[in-house]
Nanobody, 125 residues
Framework: QVALVESGGGLVQAGGSLRLSCAASGRTFSSYVMGWFRQVPGKEREFVAAISWSGGSTEHLNSVKGRFTISRDTAKNTVYLQMNSLKPEDTAIYYC??????????????????WGQGTQVTVSS
């Protein structure tokens, strides 16, 4: 089992920045890919970014490239999502996820085994 706890969400004005953290505990050695997703009420969960736990390879949603950066600190078992130049359309609940497999696609929610409780990000215009 892997437990994930997100933090760092909040209210920010457009153009501002936030850094989300996801602390992982449990069998983290078995987690291969860590991802961030977001969801707005009434819409499907959307992939934002992912990183391989050991190799540092990353993938980002096209609309956040250049603004968001995923990173990880393996010593702290923590994954981060640095979000800059935030826009009102980035408003959502952000979820951290972990996959114990080697998924062919990092952007599909069903390929992840564990999820955090989510943290709200609200960007005002």
């Amino acid at each position: 089992q892997v437990a994930l706890v997100e933090s760092g969400g909040g209210l920010v004005q457009a153009g501002g920045s936030l850094r989300l953290s996801c602390a992982a505990s449990g069998r983290t050695f078995s987690s291969y890919v860590m991802g961030w997703f977001r969801q707005v009420p009434g819409k499907e969960r959307e992939f934002v970014a992912a990183i391989s736990w050991s190799g540092g390879s990353t993938e980002h949603l096209n609309s956040v490239k250049g603004r968001f950066t995923i990173s990880r600190d393996t010593a702290k078992n923590t994954v981060y999502l640095q979000m800059n130049s935030l826009k009102p359309e980035d408003t959502a609940i952000y979820y951290c996820a972990a996959s114990g497999r080697r998924p062919s696609s990092w952007s599909v929610p069903i390929n992840y085994d564990y999820w955090g409780q989510g943290t709200q990000v609200t960007v005002s215009s």
